[in-house]
């Protein structure tokens, strides 16, 4: 295994006042543009032209940045959709536009190279996303298309033995976060069509995984209870949260977040702190939520990395039972009960730590006060799906899913409506599944099947009245074409794509 340094160059340390200029003015529309675009010569050139030419009064910003360099192009973006057909006709017709061949290896791009095809999610998101990729692979689970799913195990598996990790996606400005941790989910859905043995396969990047997300357990105490992305409990348990370790705006949302952490600033959150917590919330797949703030409505308070989630240790206990299996699969006895009972005790604490008696309700855990905090997310849903809920547990999530969250086009994603894409009024494909199959797990069929129904004639709609699949609905507003958020909604769209096929066989 070849683990890489995580400090390649990103975009903005590449280009520095250039990068600052394009990003600041917007020349080129959308932020991800110029930080997905090639440069066609060394960077440092590109920055030393910029520098003697930027106070020439005829200098055009727009006019140099398309001299040296080439931007991004959208496949996809001239695809015609035959709205006479059905959904699921048009899912299947688009998964070939979705479809990337292997990478090039370009110099001076953003993207890392990637050996086998994949599906993008579509729209902006031209490259492969890691948590979507589970609910895409669902799809292509029931379209027969195996071996793109082989393809894009095997694409993960690479990024682990090259970088220690999955990253948030295969760009280098996402080289210091993940997402949330699907990939044995994903070995597991492989293993359902090519057999057990494929979890002995990715045995050494399941493992890896595992490692990456519990560096520094050994050097929590009570004095120094937090490191990376583990957090040690009063009782000496271990749990985990999300992090980051740079504290500078994220590359391809620069001008988004500098006024935001101004307004922190002033109200006394340092600088490094909230470009943390900013990109803690970013690998948790929600950015953003009023999950994250202090005050539950505003950016300036946002505290990821100070919030345990509960979807994430949910997630880690099914990596734990995966490896369990895995390591009995190859005569390992110590290893499999080691894991076994990692996952014994962290399925204790989701069922102690992570449940909020005063709401009755499954929420993330807040490390300085030891207590889970009052926000009510469709999270709560991860215990039912991975049957760590007990059954008195699960009763109090579904009636609350039921008459709260379940709204005319599914389930909300919050009960607050802040403005942030992940919550009210939107609702989004990979947790409409995650609470379908909860819910049957623990037999609220009749309330899984309104999930189902009524997400499934949302999409229907806007598909016949758009010719597109939407990347978050309005799902409390019907009439709506697509729900709102941080920028201009996405069609393709991957997951929703994956799950709209999922949910229909079902």
């Not at 909860?438 to 997400?455: D, K, Q």
Request: with cysteine; aromatic share 12%; net charge negative.
């Amino acid at each position: 295994m070849i683990i890489q340094s995580l400090y390649t160059p990103t975009p903005d340390e590449l280009y520095g006042p250039l990068f600052e200029a394009v990003q600041q003015s917007r020349v080129l529309g959308d932020t991800k543009t110029f930080v997905d675009s090639v440069p066609m010569m060394a960077p440092a050139d590109i920055v030393t032209l910029y520098n003697e030419q930027k106070a020439k009064p005829d200098f055009d910003l727009s006019a140099f940045v398309h001299q040296h360099f080439t931007l991004p192009s959208q496949p996809a973006s001239d695809y015609v959709s035959d709205r006479s057909i059905s959904t699921a006709e048009h899912i299947e017709r688009l998964w070939d536009h979705l479809t990337r061949p292997p990478d090039p290896d370009v110099e001076g791009s953003s993207r890392l190279a990637l050996p086998y095809p994949y599906i993008v999610p579509g729209g902006r998101f031209r490259e492969i996303f890691y948590w979507d990729s589970y609910f895409t692979m669902l799809g292509l689970q029931q379209s027969g298309r195996v071996s793109l799913i082989r393809s894009m195990v095997n694409n993960f598996a690479y990024l682990i033995d090259l970088y220690g990790f999955i990253p948030n996606g295969n760009r280098t400005y996402f080289l210091s976060r993940s997402q949330p941790p699907f990939f044995a989910l994903m070995v597991q859905l492989l293993a359902e069509v090519d057999g057990r043995n494929i979890l002995t396969k990715y045995l050494p990047q399941l493992e890896q995984e595992y490692e990456f997300w519990m560096s520094g357990h050994d050097q929590l105490s009570a004095e120094n209870p937090v490191c990376r992305r583990v957090v040690q409990l009063p009782d000496g348990s271990v749990l985990n949260r999300h992090w980051d370790p740079k504290g500078t705006p994220r590359p391809e949302a620069y001008p988004k977040e500098v006024p935001a952490q101004q307004q922190a600033q002033e109200l006394g959150m340092p600088t490094e702190v909230f470009y943390g917590h900013n990109r803690a919330a970013c690998e948790s797949g929600w950015d953003f939520s009023s999950r994250w703030f202090a005050d539950g409505k505003s950016m300036t308070t946002i505290r990821a990395a100070d919030l345990v989630p509960v979807d994430l240790n949910c997630l880690l206990y099914y990596l734990e039972l995966t490896l369990a299996t895995a390591f009995s699969q190859t005569s390992n006895p110590d290893k499999a009960d080691q894991f076994e009972q990692a996952a014994e005790e962290r399925k204790r604490l989701i069922q102690t730590v992570f449940w909020n008696t005063d709401t009755n309700f499954f929420a993330d855990y807040e490390h300085a006060t030891s207590q889970p905090t009052s926000s009510l997310t469709v999270a709560a849903v991860y215990p039912l799906f991975f049957r760590i809920a007990t059954e008195e547990q699960a009763n109090h999530v579904h009636q609350r899913l039921r008459h709260e969250f379940l709204q005319p086009g599914g389930l909300v994603t919050t009960l607050v409506n802040s403005g942030q894409q992940w919550d009210a009024p939107n609702g989004w494909a990979p947790l409409q599944w995650m609470a379908y199959r909860g819910l049957t797990n623990y037999g609220f069929t009749e309330t899984a099947r309104e999930v189902r129904s009524r997400w499934l004639a949302l999409n229907d709609k806007v598909y016949k009245e758009t010719g597109k699949m939407m990347e978050k609905y309005n799902v409390v507003d019907t009439t709506l074409l697509a729900g709102g958020g941080n920028y201009p909604n996405q069609d393709g769209f991957g997951w929703t794509n994956g799950v709209y096929l999922r949910l229909l066989s079902e």
